[in-house]
């Protein structure tokens, strides 16, 4: 059963930078897709982007790139989301999942099989 902890939202001011950070525990196998999601009051969860953890496949919306990115440490067994040039739109929970296998087209949300309970973010001055 894989495990996933997010940590380090917080409240930040428009334009402002955040790093959140998933450890995940109980990875079974090699090939994990690792992604992280947000969901906005009254909205549906969204993908904010994935990283392959053998491949390193990065895949971003192109809504996001050049704002936020995904890096990881295999030896920590962390993934972490680095935001930038925070929007207060980017106000949201953003929760760490984990897919039980890496492709090379984006995966589905029902694909990710474990889910961390979330870390809010708020974006306000």
């Known amino acids: 059963q894989v495990q996933l902890v997010e940590s380090g939202g917080g409240l930040v001011q428009p334009g402002g930078s955040l790093r959140l950070s998933c450890v995940a525990s109980g990875l079974t196998s090699d090939y994990y897709t690792m992604a992280w999601f947000r969901q906005a009051s009254g909205k549906e969860r969204e993908f904010v982007g994935s990283?392959?953890?053998?491949?390193?496949?990065?895949d971003l919306p192109e809504s996001l790139v050049g704002r936020f990115t995904i890096s990881k440490n295999n030896a920590r067994n962390t993934v972490n989301l680095e935001m930038n040039s925070l929007k207060y739109e980017d106000t949201a929970v953003y929760y760490c999942a984990a897919a039980p296998q890496e492709r090379y087209y984006r995966l589905r949300r029902p694909d990710y099989r474990s889910w961390g309970q979330g870390t809010q973010v708020i974006v306000s001055s």
């Open positions: 990283i392959g953890w053998i491949g390193g496949k990065l």
